[in-house]
């Protein structure tokens, strides 16, 4: 039945210009987009990929061009390429509840599937999905608001249905049905996309691992009350918050006490700096010091050593006074000739040589005696 309904489909008929003008919006009060049931019938749009520039428009926003005949293309035709004016409509469900990266990946395979893809993206209102699956944290209007700005979404279809029908594929001309492979059970059947496998209208797309919308109120949940004490210091009452007075009150003590907690552990990292600063500058110190007292030992050594400078000094300096008091004699060579008299000097400890001849005393007192001049004491 489902497949003879797939072949009809390339046969069917244009809509009368009566059914494109009775088409309105679905009354949902205030929509993302501001609309209401008092704007009517907003204007037609020609159907483009409207990339960055602008959120996804809805269904009922979009002009569908009911001239040509709807041909459903194969899966080896959507894989080769198709015209630009024929693009491959690949259609994607979900309930896209707090819209996360998963979301937004998976929504990015689907826009990839084939080379030249349109993807129309389904989105299930409050109802449905409250009977079906639970409550859902952001309400419908949030929810399609969140799909309509993901680039890679062409358009947006409010009220999406839970199981997808034969009329459904046939109204939005939907060739391929992209979701995980994964057999979702719901609504009293095993796998709601088994009759699209059946069709061979299925492509399957990768979960995310690691990020769910499960994930995510599970973190919350875990830690409510850190969340909610952070909603309280931001400004949020406690009956915005449902919180009871005895928790309210509980938050705001545990908010100082970690405040105190965390002067007392600011304190004593700036004072772990202090000690480690001072540890810096005492081995610095130390090192310094080290340097200079060896500089200064070996300063000392070069002075006062066993071969210092001292040393020398002293030595040279016994030299030059032995020098100066050591007498200076005559060449044995020169000429004797009498000389004037003039002062002598006799040392103490010479001895007192008995008298002899002119020539033996002249000897003798050339040895023991030393006539020193009046030049020569200066």
């Known amino acids: 039945m489902f497949q003879l309904l797939l072949d009809v489909l390339g046969k069917m008929e244009p809509p009368t210009s009566s059914r494109l003008n009775s088409r309105k919006r679905r009354k949902d009060g205030s929509g993302p987009n501001g609309a209401t049931e008092l704007d009517g019938i907003p204007a037609k749009m020609s159907r483009r990929s409207f990339g960055l520039r602008e959120p996804a428009p809805f269904s009922d926003e979009v002009e569908i061009d009911y001239s040509k005949p709807y041909i459903r293309v194969t899966y080896e035709e959507a894989m080769r390429g198709t015209p630009l004016d024929r693009p491959v409509r690949v259609y994607a469900d979900g309930i896209f509840d707090l819209f996360h990266s998963g979301h937004a990946r998976a929504l990015m395979q689907a826009k990839n599937l084939f080379p030249n893809t349109y993807l129309i993206v389904g989105v299930c ?15 419908e209007n949030e929810r399609y608001d969140a799909v309509q700005h993901c680039r890679y979404v062409d358009e947006v279809v409010r009220n999406a249905p839970w199981t997808l029908t034969p009329e459904f594929l046939a109204e939005h001309r939907i060739d391929f049905v992209a979701h995980d492979d994964i057999p ?29 919308t499960s994930d995510i109120i599970t973190r919350i949940v875990r830690d409510y009350d850190v969340y909610a004490r952070r909603n309280l210091q931001r400004g949020y009452t406690a009956k915005e918050l449902n919180v009871s007075f005895i ?14 907690k965390k002067r007392v552990k600011d304190v004593e990292e700036k004072s772990k700096e202090f000690v480690q600063k001072v540890e810096e500058k005492s081995i610095d110190l130390i090192q310094k010091w080290e340097e200079k007292s060896r500089e200064f030992i070996g300063n000392f050594l070069e002075m006062f050593g066993p071969e210092g400078a001292l040393k020398h000094m002293l030595k040279e300096g016994k030299g030059r006074m032995l020098q100066a008091i050591s007498p200076k004699q005559s060449p044995s060579s020169s000429p004797t000739h009498d000389r004037s008299p003039s002062p002598s000097f006799r040392w103490p400890f010479s001895a007192k040589t008995p008298p002899s001849s002119p020539a033996n005393r002249s000897r003798n007192e050339s040895a023991v005696t030393y006539d020193i001049s009046e030049d020569e004491e200066d």
């Open 247 to 260: 928790n309210e009150k509980k938050y705001h003590l545990q908010e100082r006490v970690d405040k105190v």
């Open 184 to 212: 979702y059970s719901s609504a009293g059947s095993d796998d709601v996309y088994k009759h699209i496998k059946e069709a061979g209208m299925f492509a399957p797309t990768q979960r995310t691992e690691g990020i769910s």
């Open 125 to 139: 209102s409050d109802e449905l999905t409250h009977n079906f699956k639970g409550f859902t944290v952001m309400n």
